[in-house]
């Protein structure tokens, strides 16, 4: 404000207020945040052009990126508009395009894949309870919902800590969609405007993912992984739970991958455990839970989570200690990710033994066509096969990695 106390200017109802040094970074910064954070280039734009009457948008564009500066005249209180020089480097923000890219990327592919682990973990509870949750209601709530308070055991209903689990699993689903998709545009946007070399591998990767994750969103919302046995396939149905039971009674035991069963797990060692039936019965969750139930997966982490009886999750494990995951031609491995999704357990490779019975298996019950990842890549065996052997890191950059 002016020399002018507070008092008279009150009074005068005029009131002068000065420009600081600081308020053309302030307005560089305030666009760059709704083009980084808010995903809203429009109003990152009219950030700019609002704040200074009359300047393009080409112009403004090139506020926002950084390659233009506004310092101000503090004598004249105008806002400058100027090229960057060497001066300012460490004045005022500049966007670094490569990088936010890389970042939103790498935040897109982790939570995701987060995603569709809490997505199969509450599959694989639904499918211990027969896909039913259980709940107890006392005798009071049971009698106010027969004289028609139906609110007393919605109440308590929603307190179930299941309950409680499948709504914050599926909002958090939802935020991350809508969220991705935002992310996306504005990706899209700043390609567009600015280019990005690595634009065109991270689009298609992102937007993999976000598919990912929608589809297994509607599954677990529909039930669909119930709702796949109550249809033509019954019978098939019927017959591999028969089949599963007898094998998982009995013990699992490795079998010969080249009887090309439905689904199995890969061992670094490469043993292979394996069963037939539909996707309906939850192959690999079963065969997990029959290894774990075996011993060969640990119960519990460690001692502690024995004591307070946090059990392991099986696939999550088998994930982590290498074993690959195999359902008909499509091959998944996540042990290159532990530093990423596990940290700080460090990666591990994929082994040669793996890589040579998968070669063997692809060759003779596929046609010699492979789907890798979860991008499921479509790739010639003898192509997988030259790169695996001679740079696992290539591998898994190529086919695994995000």
């Avoid at 704040?51 to 393009?56: K, M, Q, R, T």
Wanted: glycine share 4%; net charge negative.
């Amino acid at each position: 404000m002016s020399r002018q106390t507070k008092e008279e200017a009150l009074k005068s109802g005029i009131i002068n207020f000065s420009i600081g040094e600081e308020a053309g970074i302030r307005i560089m910064e305030i666009a760059q945040e709704h083009l980084l954070y808010n995903y809203n280039p429009e109003q990152a734009v009219k950030t700019i052009t609002n704040s200074l009457i009359g300047c393009p948008e080409d112009l403004a564009l090139q506020i926002i990126k950084g390659d233009m500066v506004l310092p101000v005249d503090v004598e004249t209180q105008e806002v400058i508009c100027q090229d960057r020089l060497p001066e300012h480097e460490d004045i005022y923000p500049k966007l670094n395009i490569q990088y936010w890219m890389s970042n939103r990327h790498y935040d897109i592919i982790k939570f995701g894949n987060n995603l569709l682990i809490s997505f199969e973990d509450i599959q694989h509870e639904i499918k211990k309870g027969k896909g039913k949750f259980k709940f107890q209601f006392d005798y009071e709530s049971i009698l106010k919902f027969v004289q028609g308070d139906n609110n007393a055991v919605l109440n308590e209903l929603w307190d179930d800590i299941d309950i409680k689990a499948l709504e914050f699993i599926i909002t958090t689903a939802k935020k991350y969609i809508e969220t991705s998709l935002k992310i996306k545009s504005t990706m899209l946007w700043i390609n567009n405007t600015w280019g990005c070399d690595e634009y065109e591998t991270i689009d298609e990767e992102c937007n993999n993912m976000v598919l990912s994750v929608m589809s297994e969103l509607k599954d677990l919302i529909n039930l669909d992984f119930e709702l796949n046995i109550v249809n033509d396939d019954v019978q098939k149905y019927v017959d591999a739970v028969k089949e599963i039971d007898t094998v998982i009674s009995n013990g699992i035991e490795p079998v010969n991958i080249m009887d090309n069963y439905s689904a199995g797990w890969l061992s670094p060692e490469g043993d292979y455990y394996a069963l037939n039936g539909e996707i309906a019965n939850m192959l690999h969750n079963q065969i997990a839970d029959a290894l774990q139930e075996k011993g060969i997966v640990p119960m519990y982490e460690n001692d502690e989570e024995k004591k307070l009886n946090i059990k392991l999750n099986p696939d999550s494990w088998l994930e982590q200690q290498g074993w690959v995951k195999i359902h008909e031609n499509n091959v998944q491995f996540a042990g290159n990710l532990n530093n990423k999704l596990h940290p700080p357990k460090p990666i591990v490779h994929m082994t040669d033994k793996q890589i040579e019975i998968i070669g063997d298996y692809i060759n003779n019950c596929h046609q010699c066509l492979i789907k890798v990842g979860w991008r499921r890549e479509k790739q010639s065996i003898g192509m997988f096969t030259a790169i695996a052997m001679k740079d696992k890191v290539i591998m898994n950059k190529k086919y695994f990695d995000f």
